[in-house]
C-alpha cells in the first residue's frame, strides 16, 4: 500500500532517488528496525519540545517511553483501535523470530514492543505519519504527565 510521497519517507525517497518497494514484502523485523528510530525520534523530539534541558535528564524521559515495557504498554491501550491491516502487522512483528532480546523486559513484552516497531516501521514507510501520530498520542500525553 504505496501513498503520495507526502511524508518524510516520501520526501527521503525523493530526494535520494530511491525505489519505490511494495512495504508489504519487507520482512517484519525490517520493519520493526526502523520503526524503532521512528517511535525514537518522535518521542525525543516530543521530549525537547517540552523544554530546554540538561541532556541526561532528555535522555531518561524519553528512554522511559521508548523502552520495551512502556511500547508494550502503549500497545495495550491501542490495540481496539487498529485496522484488520495494521493488526496484521503488529502480528507479523509479534511472531518474528528475533536472535536479540530486551535488556530490561520479559520475552512476552520484547515481542509486543516488537509487533508495535513494526507497525511503526509500515506507517512511517507509507507516509501515514498521522495516523502514526495519532496511535502513539498516548504515549505522548503520558510524557507531558510526567514534564
Known sequence: MQQENTGLAGYIRKTFA???????????LTLAFIGDAV???????????????????????SSKLVQATAQAELYHLIADQLTEEEAAIYKRGRNAKSFTSAKNAGIIEYRTA??????????????????????????????????
Not at 40 to 60: F, Q, S, W, Y
Open 18 to 28: 530511491l525505489s519505490e518497494t511494495d512495504v508489504r514484502t519487507y520482512s517484519p
Open 114 to 147: 516488537t509487533g508495535l516497531e513494526a507497525l511503526v516501521g509500515y506507517l512511517y514507510l507509507t507516509d501515514q505519519m498521522s495516523r502514526l501520530l495519532e496511535l502513539i498520542k498516548p504515549q505522548i500525553d503520558k510524557l507531558v504527565s510526567i514534564s
Open 39 to 61: 517511535f525514537d525520534l518522535v518521542i525525543r523530539t516530543c521530549v525537547v519540545e517540552c523544554g530546554n534541558a540538561p541532556v541526561n535528564k532528555l535522555h531518561k524521559k
